[in-house]
């Protein structure tokens, strides 16, 4: 067997489209067409999904090889057969939707370049490679699956409870297909500047600072708790003739549910992990990537694949309810993925297994609790004490901290409360409530710096 | 990547030398020349090796494809590059040694059928290939390496207070060479009867009973502490696309030393561990081999690859200071070969990369403490809190035992010390002393049943 090593970019090289130089960026945005961003709202107006973060995510190539809104061959395929039309398998429509309205107005067609801007200031441009129609709650369906086309894993069918699906329902019936390109690179806020590592940084880092052979990553969009962090050190074990020499936080950074920890606080919690020495920062390190996660269970597992890959990541962990909300999948489904394959998905074999695919390996987990017997957080695959077990339940956590409690130690690492802390007295409130919603759709993470753009 | 699968014997074909017949063994044993088995002793006379083990490990497959006593082309090999003349990979000399008096006594040549006898009665048969000298000194020695030949990994000469070193040291200067075959199956007392897996039995246990598709092996010669079993269940997480199925201990059963644990209570200490539910039986299973062990580090190793290879499994964990006593070795020495290769040894590249190899692939460990601030038995590469770490001591903990007190239940598991404590009573002392050393060399692990031979 030989040993592991980096793997290139999904697609065979890594997307990077965005211009630092201020005098270029100008002249490729000068006489394009200005088109301010809007958030994807729900029946209600609240807003769901951010485009502005898909942009970011794909110009500095976490999702390579997609470089812009898709074309409605590439929305057709990935929907199909999860691939894109150069046979790069991708699991998710990744569109440019705009209103009747909005499209009226601005009386774009191919070949034309707009100028998408942010916060009143130019963000990206975009070549206008095609313009068509969608029916958005056809292609939410097909983008989750039915229990009819899918039995292997779609428990019950989508609808308007699951936050994904709903991303993919609320968007406007048109779609503008074409590159993006990142004129104004945007300035990531504090503390998120300081978990800011795109792929070609990262691959760097992990490369020459780190210097990791293999790196296993983990999702996340939580503070961890201990079984959170016993996930991560006991599949980091896997690696080829020694453990893997790193593990890299990747933290889902995007539309916020009320209930859910603030994004500072994940990062930060994940940050005192390996800052107070409970899995030390040679071998851990907290990144982030923007993304309106859409609780796609095998399918965002691909997603999660592609990135961490992109990321220069050789392993991904991946546990049971992996991406879930709510019970539309099976809870196994991400792992059924990479161990056997969904043939309803297009997926014969795993993803790493079919050509075109992941070279990222999944390192399947089972679950975790607390042994009173064994005196420790044991893997269920070990613990034969069923009786005495006790799960953990992220709900009875919050419901700890809502009361000001500081969890047990067993449970939570104070260091990591403390992080919930922190930014529980910066927003008045542990969890994400309307305030804070209010807050994050108005400021974003990122700021963009003024910008004129001549006119043509 | 491909899904490991369980892997060939090492050499190809599981070597089976064992006539179940009884009739047939009678015929095949009919004429030939008795000798009875006698161990290798020290200059005071006490027993540091037994033959018998090495025949039985031989006949039953463990060491395929070694079938016998070496020829003096293999031994030259072995010696110069760890292989066989039939290019495999083996580490050690086999050797079936007698003394200037006993080959005159037993007047044997090339050709000739042995009847090795013990416990007084018919046991194996041996067809004499070749008989030739040896210089003890020398072939101890050069088995070992020195600093000047082997600079990566020896680090000081080997002595007189190697056990290892004193094995071949203190063999008869004669070799009788040749293929071993049992023809009265050896009969194991309890409680090692239950424990007997050899490969054959133990590749169908893992594949049909236990159904494991990667199993990771265990060396062992102790009982286990707490920070055995975290090594057992840490290495374990690796894999391929899922942590191993299967955790084989596999104890080394032989030439006991002062102070070690009973046999006995080593095999059921490590039977604890799964009974009472800290790695279910349906993920852990305790087995032994017959082998005075040589302390050989790296070169023990191969032998250790090879065994659990040949008994099935997909991996093997190594921890520092594998297999080694005092400081012969660098304490990374096995670490070192099964990473890199370590050419004077003959290995330019790992053991499991070279032609003729091994096909186990290794898990190389670092260290486990407890960490008091972590609250768990902690792995060196995670945690940071290097000042609070408390190592595990053998010796420590051994004392404790000689109080008689419970160890703490962090340290070890109560139903471990409960197995010493069972063995105590019966030994009427919880560690080897002379007492259990008269009795393990004059009663062996085996019984053998009654059998007449003809005269030819």
Known sequence: MPKF??????????????????????KMAAGAIEYELKPTTDPKGVPIRHVYREIISVCYGFFSPVEGSMTSGDLERVLKER???????????????????????????????????????????????????????????????????????VRQPFDEKHPGWMIYRCMHPNVIAGKWTIINPPKFREPYDRFWF?????????????????????????????????????????????????????????????????????????????KYGYIKPSRHMVTFTLWDMRYGNPIESLLHGIIRQNMGCTHHMF???????????????????????????????????????LKIIPQNMAEFWYCPICGEIAYSENCGHTDAKQKFSGSFLRG???????????????????????????????FVNNKYLEYINKELEIDLEPMEIPKA
């Open 198 to 274: 795109p792929p070609r940084k990262c691959r760097e880092v992990i490369k020459n600072e780190k210097k990791w052979r293999t790196v296993i990553a983990h999702q996340t969009r939580n503070v961890p708790h201990t079984g959170h962090e016993m996930l991560m050190k006991c599949a980091a074990y896997t690696g080829d003739i020694e453990p893997c020499h790193g593990i890299l936080v990747n933290a889902i950074i995007g539309a916020k549910r009320k209930g859910d920890y603030p994004n500072e606080a994940i990062l930060e919690g994940h940050e005192a992990v390996n």
């Open 400 to 430: 700890m901290v809502a009361e000001g409690v500081m969890p047990p130690k067993v449970v939570m690492r104070p260091e990591v409360y403390k992080a919930i802390v922190k930014w529980w007295k910066v927003f008045n409130y542990p």
């Open 319 to 357: 546990g049971r309810d992996h991406a879930a909300v709510g019970e539309y999948y099976d809870k196994f489904a991400t792992q059924i993925l990479w161990s056997e394959g969904i043939p309803s998905f297009g997926f014969e074999a795993p993803p790493n297994e079919v050509d075109y695919g």
């Open 5 to 26: 090593k980096m793997p290139p970019p999904h697609g065979g090289r890594l997307v990077e489209r965005v211009v630092e130089k201020r005098d270029v960026a100008e």
């Open 83 to 153: 691939r894109l039309e150069n046979e790069w398998v991708f699991p998710y429509p990744i569109l440019f939707d705009i209103s009747d309205e909005d499209l009226k107005a601005l009386n774009v067609s191919e070949g034309d370049r707009l100028l998408l801007k942010l916060k009143g200031q130019p963000f990206a441009i975009m070549d206008v490679e095609e313009i068509y129609k969608i029916d958005p709650k056809d292609v939410a369906t097909r983008t989750f699956g039915t229990p009819e086309n899918n039995p292997e894993v």
